[in-house]
């Protein structure tokens, strides 16, 4: 999903172009047939015991130490929190951080999950997290559970903040932050659909209504999403994945001379089930897009170490 758009002022190959091309011409499609999506309801927010996360957590405390805000990682830690008296704790592997917030019974609140350069960018942004908690190196298979958990428990917050924004009586904050969380919702909200929020983000490779689905993101951080949050959500969790090279770029002895980012095939399995699980025309035509149009090729393990595979076909 992610092209390093500096890569695109250098120029690539003719057959990327040709299929950078193809994919915008798509997302026009997208832009004037798909629907809008449905207003979200007002719920009692809870999580089952089954999202404990008994088997990640640490003993270390929390501490209440406010973060040096200066750059470390694609996008910096925002901070936000559903409560005070939470447990935060973070975790990493390869060029993914999490900071998970945590409430009784070690049950899973709130998440925000940080992409990083590479191993430096890594390291400058745990000693910085270090002021909440003693960083924890956990496995792929372990980072990318917790972000399929993740992708659910926070569809679950924004639903409780719109429903409290458009209740009579409560006003009560479910960020530390709320007047920036809700400006946010008003900025694209449930009503606004695909086209909402900035028209011109086509113009940047971005699909009307999203901020994570395309060659690349607009978002300023992990929680802000477009109109289409059940679509955007699936596209970034996919930007986040852990493991991947960018384009133009060259990591695990892996050249990728595409427009676009090739992540773990793990990865691109969950982007290929939560598209069809959103079950829109919009996640549909966007799972057409990068699984058989585009094709863009994942990261296998083998024996031997990570090595290109081609993409998962059927959409």
Known sequence: MR??????????????LLKSLLSVIVICCIAVSSPQT?????????????????GL???????????DRKEAGVKPYSGR??????????????????????????????????????????????RQLSRINRPLGITFRQMTKLMGQCQQ???????????AEAGDNSRESIWMEENDAQARLRAGGAHAGLLGGSPLSLLQGIIPGTKWCGTGDIATDYHDLGADRALDRCCRTHDLCPTKVRAFSR??????????????????????????????SASHLMGHIYFNLVQVPCLEDRPTGLRFREARPGF
């Open 81 to 126: 929190r559903v409560s005070n008296d939470t447990l935060r704790m973070i975790y990493f592997h390869d060029q993914t951080v999490a900071v998970v917030e945590l409430g009784e019974e070690k049950l899973l609140l709130n998440c925000e999950l940080i992409e990083t350069y590479d191993e430096e960018d890594t390291s400058r942004l745990l």
């Open 153 to 163: 428990v926070t569809s679950r917050l924004y639903d409780q903040i719109e429903g």
């Open 57 to 67: 957590v640490g003993t270390v405390g929390a501490r209440s130490d406010s973060i």
């Open 3 to 16: 092209s390093a758009r500096d890569a695109l002022n250098r120029g690539a190959p003719m057959d990327g």
């Open 251 to 280: 990591r695990y002895n892996l050249t990728n001379n595409s427009l676009y980012s090739k992540s773990h095939c793990k990865c691109d399995d969950m982007l290929f089930e939560c598209l069809k699980a959103t079950n829109t």
């Open 38 to 54: 449905a207003s979200a309801k007002p719920f009692t927010f809870s999580l089952p015991a089954s999202w404990s996360l008994a």
